[in-house]
């Protein structure tokens, strides 16, 4: 079976969700959904999570792919830190080579230190102006993710927000938001922009995203932008 491209889980579950009635009740729900659709599309990736926080950075809702991803984050609720709680707090992507050596921590690294787990990162949930809570995914080998994974779970973290953002609102609990549709639309232009990649150079589905973060970071431009201008590029009528 043909592998999936790097944003095919998402848009999949996406429309999953979409055929659920969006109330606050279903949210439990929509997060397992989006856990297993995060952890299946980051390479490397053991386990994944996606934990909705309230203004104090209190769980009010959560999902894991496994006890190992519950219990890793039950603990960073209960000490008060980690890098789960960090990335909420800062608003900013955080990444953990390796636990056994990194001092951000201390006491929520020494409580997971029998867990096997080595490397995370961690991202923040940003609906507008606020930080709803985090996706994380996890690794049980130190030095598991790199750049580009951090990056792809930064394109999870647009619509993933923009969908839950709409299944907690009390105004619009059976609309998508015209933001989650423009979020969606972006991930499809990327989607496509690999495909031309990998059909034009013989690549992977993998290094075909690689290649366009590396453009856009060369370029200081965003994956959407630089997938809409190599679309640009492609003659209406296919060779």
Same mark, same amino acid.
């Given at each position: 079976?043909?592998?999936?491209?790097?944003?095919?889980?998402?848009? @999949?579950?996406?429309?999953?969700?979409?055929?659920?009635?969006? *109330?606050?009740?279903?949210? !439990?729900?929509?997060?397992?959904?989006?856990?297993? /659709?995060?952890?299946?599309? =980051?390479?490397? %990736? @053991?386990? +994944?999570?996606?934990?909705?926080?309230?203004?104090?950075?209190?769980?009010?809702?959560?999902?894991? *792919? !496994?006890? *190992?991803?519950?219990? +890793?984050? +039950?603990?960073?609720?209960?000490?008060?830190?980690?890098?789960?709680?960090?990335?909420?707090?800062?608003?900013?992507? =955080? #990444?953990?080579?390796?636990?056994?050596?990194?001092?951000?921590?201390?006491?929520? @690294?020494? #409580?997971?230190?029998?867990?096997?787990?080595?490397?995370?990162?961690? @991202?923040?949930?940003?609906?507008?102006?606020?930080?709803?809570?985090?996706?994380?995914?996890?690794?049980?080998? /130190?030095? %598991?993710?790199?750049? !580009?994974?951090?990056? =792809?779970?930064?394109?999870? #973290?647009?619509? *993933? +927000?923009?969908?839950?953002?709409?299944i907690q609102s009390s105004e619009a609990p059976h609309r998508i938001s015209e933001a989650l549709a423009a979020s969606l639309h972006s991930r499809d232009l990327v989607n496509q922009a690999c495909g031309i990649l990998m059909q034009r150079h013989c690549l992977t589905a993998d290094m075909a995203l690689a290649e366009l973060m590396r453009r856009a970071r060369r370029q200081n431009s965003t994956l959407g932008q630089i997938? #809409?201008?190599?679309?640009?590029?492609?003659?209406?009528?296919?060779?």
């Amino acid at each position: 079976m043909a592998r999936k491209l790097p944003l095919d889980e998402l848009s @999949t579950v996406i429309a999953r969700i979409q055929g659920l009635l969006l *109330t606050e009740e279903k949210v !439990d729900r929509a997060v397992q959904l989006l856990a297993r /659709a995060i952890k299946d599309s =980051v390479t490397g %990736a @053991t386990g +994944a999570g996606v934990s909705i926080l309230d203004s104090r950075g209190r769980r009010t809702s959560s999902a894991s *792919t !496994d006890q *190992t991803v519950t219990r +890793a984050d +039950a603990l960073q609720y209960d000490l008060g830190q980690g890098p789960c709680l960090t990335a909420w707090a800062t608003e900013e992507t =955080v #990444a953990v080579r390796d636990i056994a050596t990194d001092p951000r921590w201390p006491d929520w @690294t020494a #409580a997971v230190k029998d867990l096997p787990i080595r490397s995370v990162i961690s @991202t923040p949930l940003l609906a507008g102006q606020e930080c709803i809570g985090a996706l994380k995914i996890y690794s049980d080998h /130190a030095g %598991a993710f790199g750049e !580009d994974a951090a990056r =792809v779970l930064e394109l999870f #973290a647009g619509p *993933t +927000a923009t969908l839950l953002a709409n299944i907690q609102s009390s105004e619009a609990p059976h609309r998508i938001s015209e933001a989650l549709a423009a979020s969606l639309h972006s991930r499809d232009l990327v989607n496509q922009a690999c495909g031309i990649l990998m059909q034009r150079h013989c690549l992977t589905a993998d290094m075909a995203l690689a290649e366009l973060m590396r453009r856009a970071r060369r370029q200081n431009s965003t994956l959407g932008q630089i997938s #809409a201008d190599l679309l640009a590029g492609i003659p209406a009528v296919s060779d």
